[in-house]
């Protein structure tokens, strides 16, 4: 399994390509979003069934929070390959990964 934890996101066509690109192949994948609100690659990567879990990450207030469900996930998932996309994503989810 490939889990992507993504950051501060709103729209990008660059996931919503891979995205596309994962339905048509057999490997099992699952997004992580770290976003104080949904976005419109949430509701696209819904629309595809594709599995997404947000954590609401509003401040640095949240990051514990936040990182000890995602430690939960990660445990959850046992995932083969973590990645992750910009800063608020590398530092909780390589840590809860690590960890």
């Given amino acids: 399994m490939i889990i992507y934890i993504i950051s501060d996101i709103h729209k ?8 596309d690109s994962f339905q048509k192949k057999t490997q099992a994948i699952h997004y992580i979003l770290l976003n104080s609100t949904d976005s419109a690659l949430e509701h696209y990567l819904l629309q ?7 954590i609401t990450v509003k401040s640095k207030k949240d990051w514990l929070t936040a990182w000890l469900t ?6 959850k998932y046992q995932p083969q390959i ?10 909780l ?3 809860a990964a690590w960890s």
Avoid: D, M, Y
């Fill in 82 to 91: 973590i990645h992750c996309h910009l800063l608020q994503a590398n530092i």
């Fill in 12 to 19: 990008s066509l660059a996931f919503e390509w891979i995205a």
């Fill in 48 to 54: 595809k069934n594709l599995p997404v879990t947000r």
């Fill in 70 to 75: 995602l430690r939960k996930l990660l445990k």
């Fill in 93 to 95: 989810g390589l840590t």
